[in-house]
């Protein structure tokens, strides 16, 4: 049963109308046009299409619309307003991507832990990236450099807080 759902994404207010069971991804990719978000397995297990739903990471392709309704949703598109983020010039700076599939989900889950990590006024470890990645499949060998690129965004942004 179609019904509608008012969405705020990236401080944007929409009303879809679709199935409430509808994934947030489709909503994202198909009804708002944000690409970003990447449809990897379908099934919440590789962290692909990670966005963040009221500053939470969680995997858009399991994520019904009705859930996601009266929430602050953020997508690799909207992760910041003034510039790239630290953990995206981070990634560039190691050249840490290669295919790119996986990396919008990995920028929004590794965003999430610098951000995290911010408030608590401490740097990351490459221990804490691993933990924090743990879903996030990558097949490109990348993951020293994501780690890397995730830590040194972390040191970064310590003493701003």
Same mark, same amino acid.
Request: glycine letters at 12%; aromatic letters at 4%; charged letters at 20%.
């Given at each position: ?41 379908? #099934? =919440?297990? !590789? +962290?692909? &299409? ?11 392709? /399991? ?32 050249? #840490? =991507?290669? !295919? +790119?599939? &996986? ?11 610098? /951000? ?32 890397? #690129? ?12």
């Amino acid at each position: 049963m179609t019904e509608t759902h008012t969405l705020t994404v990236n401080g944007e207010v929409h009303e879809v109308a679709c199935p409430g069971d509808t994934p947030l991804l489709w909503v994202l990719r198909d009804r708002l046009g944000l690409t970003g978000t990447r449809y990897g397995c379908g #099934a =919440g297990s !590789c +962290g692909a &299409c990670t966005v963040w739903v009221d500053d939470t990471p969680v995997h858009a392709c /399991d994520t019904p619309v009705w859930s996601a309704a009266g929430t602050d949703v953020a997508t690799v598109e909207g992760l910041t307003e003034a510039g790239p983020h630290p953990v995206q010039q981070a990634l560039i700076d190691h050249q #840490a =991507g290669q !295919c +790119g599939y &996986c990396l919008s989900g990995i920028v929004m889950r590794g965003a999430a832990l610098v /951000d995290s990590a911010r408030s608590a006024r401490r740097p990351l470890t490459a221990e804490d990236v691993k933990a924090g990645l743990d879903g996030h499949l990558c097949r490109c060998g990348a993951h020293t450099r994501i780690i890397a #690129a995730i830590v040194e965004a972390s040191t970064g942004m310590s003493d701003e807080a």
